[in-house]
């Protein structure tokens, strides 16, 4: 048995949320409220779109907010989503208040506890022991509260880092069957919201899993072909 994605060849969209009628399910990990808040309206960039507010903060000895909050995706985005190898994840970020001058960026270089921008995570790989890739907010486009547009681009060697599962080991870059390999089996997908060492709330809007254009039956290796 396998599994067929149908994708539009005008968009190549996979999965998208555009906030047009409600929040879409989208929560927070990491706040003491996890609900997020749906504005219908048009802000620049953002129309109609999801906010949330830091609600949760533990300022470490270096004044470094050790709760960190993050954006968690709904259940549509969990998953098989090989066809996403080599497309793109697009959003949007802003924020309305905060102080962005102190950015958060504890673990932010550290390779063995990164601060990341995305995280998704799949239960089933390795043998259900379960794998983490990210994308490093260090290797991202910098964000301080002006609208800010990602385009990240879903390849191993894109900047893309795989969880060790080991403090005592640095987050590498993941091979491309182990890469696809998550994206066969998407569990949980994260975007950062934190990200100053104070209070502050961040809106999310334009969310797209765009494919690649397609190149025929092998455009996924055949390391992968059985996930």
């Not at 802000?43 to 270096?62: K, P, S």
């Not at 969310?207 to 025929?216: L, N, T």
Request: hydrophobic share 35%; glycine share 8%; proline share 4%.
């Amino acid at each position: 048995a396998g599994t067929v994605a149908l994708v539009s060849d005008e968009d190549l969209l996979l999965v998208s949320s555009d906030f047009r009628f409600g929040d879409e399910g989208w929560k927070t990990e990491g706040n003491a409220n996890s609900n997020v808040r749906h504005e219908p309206s048009r802000r620049g960039d953002l129309n109609n779109y999801i906010y949330a507010v830091d609600d949760l903060i533990d300022v470490d000895g270096d004044r470094n907010d050790r709760r960190i909050w993050k954006f968690l995706l709904p259940e549509k985005y969990t998953g098989w989503y090989g066809a996403w190898y080599g497309g793109r994840f697009e959003f949007t970020l802003a924020s309305f208040n905060g102080d962005y001058s102190g950015v958060n960026d504890h673990w932010s270089n550290d390779k063995y506890h990164p601060l990341n921008l995305v995280e998704i995570y799949c239960e089933s790989c390795d043998l259900f022991k379960g794998a983490t890739i990210a994308f490093p907010l260090s290797s991202a486009q910098k964000f301080e509260g002006q609208t800010t547009n990602y385009s990240l681009t879903m390849t191993e060697t894109a900047g893309w880092v795989k969880d060790p599962q080991n403090t005592l080991y640095e987050w590498s870059a993941p091979t491309r069957c182990s890469f696809i390999e998550v994206l066969s089996g998407v569990t949980t997908v994260k975007i950062l919201g934190d990200f100053t060492n104070w209070y502050e709330s961040v809106a999310v809007d334009n969310v797209r899993w765009v494919a690649a254009p397609s190149k025929g039956r092998y455009q996924i290796p055949v390391c992968a072909q059985d996930t």
